[in-house]
């Protein structure tokens, strides 16, 4: 296996592998754009990077996965082989990098289309359906994408939402869908065919980052201003939302990942470019890196 292991400081911006002699970027020197629980192993967190793709294993050992130092913009894990991961982005000479799939576990990649015909695809947010792999949705040129054949082909949306900050699919229904926006939170019926306001009080202006228990069907809110949130059945049918705790200091939480097997564990990676971890459903966080 081509991977490098370091345990990483706070506040070095740059470490040296030894075994390759190549400077590898920390989190703090790196734009984060994804992060994810790994399904066969739940002390194993993935992190898509400006960089390439690193894992965090055992909430302290840094690792820098393959040898792609792509920038991994849409980033998104098989719901159920652990070994298969997707990306989207660009590489760092230039271009897009259309859609790629990895076999094991992000050691190596493999292109599987470059998206819709007009062109290589560079998705800044992706979901590949946790209900159904085969079908899997892009953000890219403020336009939703979707592929429903595990993305060997790809069709643009004819209805259209504002501008998407994040997906996330209901692991029970491959029909449902859900966005986070700058100023709402949308849910889709019908496999993004449309799109309608959840109606719910975000008290945000910016949605960053979705997720949702599988076990309760609660969704699991990154917001700019109010923290993490949950979204979930009022006792009369209608989403009650409300906060369930904050990342200290008032960090703001850009990315969200709850372990699917544990999903009262979840991580989230503040913009302070800090790592952080809760055990009790998002109430405390504690930081790891």
């Known amino acids: 296996m081509n991977m490098k292991r370091l345990t990483i400081g706070l506040f070095l911006p740059l470490l040296l592998v030894a075994c390759a002699g190549?400077?590898?970027?920390?989190?703090?020197?790196?734009?984060?754009?994804?992060?994810?629980?790994?399904?066969?192993?739940?002390?194993?967190?993935?992190?898509?990077?400006?960089?390439?793709?690193?894992a965090v294993q055992n909430d302290s050992d840094l690792q820098q996965m393959g040898s792609s130092r792509d920038d991994?913009?849409?980033?998104?894990?098989?719901?159920?082989?652990?070994?298969?991961?997707?990306?989207?982005?660009?590489?760092k000479s230039g271009g897009n990098i259309g859609f790629?799939?990895?076999?094991?576990?992000?050691?190596?990649?493999?292109?599987?289309?470059?998206?819709s015909s007009s062109g290589p695809a560079d998705f800044h947010a992706m979901l590949v359906h946790p209900a159904?792999?085969?079908?899997?949705?892009?953000?890219?040129?403020?336009?939703?994408?979707?592929?429903l054949d595990g993305g060997q082909t790809w069709e643009v949306l004819r209805q259209q939402p504002p501008e998407v900050l994040s997906f996330a699919g209901d692991p029970r229904n491959?029909?449902?869908?859900?966005?986070?926006?700058?100023?709402?939170?949308l849910m889709s019926t019908d496999k993004g065919e449309s799109w309608a306001s959840m109606g719910v009080n975000m008290k945000t202006g910016v949605v960053f980052d979705i997720d949702m228990d599988p076990v309760s069907g609660s969704l699991f809110i990154a917001t700019r201003d109010n923290g993490i949130q949950?979204?979930?059945?009022?006792?009369e049918g209608g989403i009650r939302m409300e906060t369930v705790g904050s990342l200290p200091g008032g960090d703001v939480?850009?990315?969200?990942?709850?372990?699917?097997?544990h999903p009262q564990i979840m991580y989230a990676f503040g913009k302070s470019h800090t790592l952080y971890k809760s055990t009790d459903g998002g109430g405390n966080w504690q930081k790891i890196l």
């Not at 400077?23 to 390439?52: C, E, F, M, Q, W």
């Not at 939480?253 to 097997?261: F, I, M, N, R, V």
Request: hydrophobic share 30%.
């Open 253 to 261: 939480p850009e990315h969200l990942a709850l372990d699917p097997k």
């Open 100 to 115: 790629q799939r990895s076999d094991n576990k992000g050691e190596t990649w493999k292109k599987i289309s470059n998206g």
């Open 72 to 91: 991994f913009m849409g980033f998104s894990p098989h719901p159920s082989d652990s070994n298969i991961l997707f990306s989207s982005g660009h590489p």
């Open 132 to 147: 159904n792999p085969n079908h899997i949705y892009g953000w890219y040129k403020l336009r939703v994408h979707r592929s």
């Open 174 to 185: 491959e029909n449902i869908l859900y966005i986070g926006t700058i100023g709402d939170l």
């Open 230 to 235: 949950r979204a979930s059945k009022g006792p």
């Open 22 to 54: 190549k400077p590898v970027a920390s989190l703090k020197a790196s734009h984060v754009h994804g992060l994810a629980v790994d399904r066969g192993d739940s002390n194993r967190v993935y992190i898509a990077t400006h960089n390439g793709l690193f």
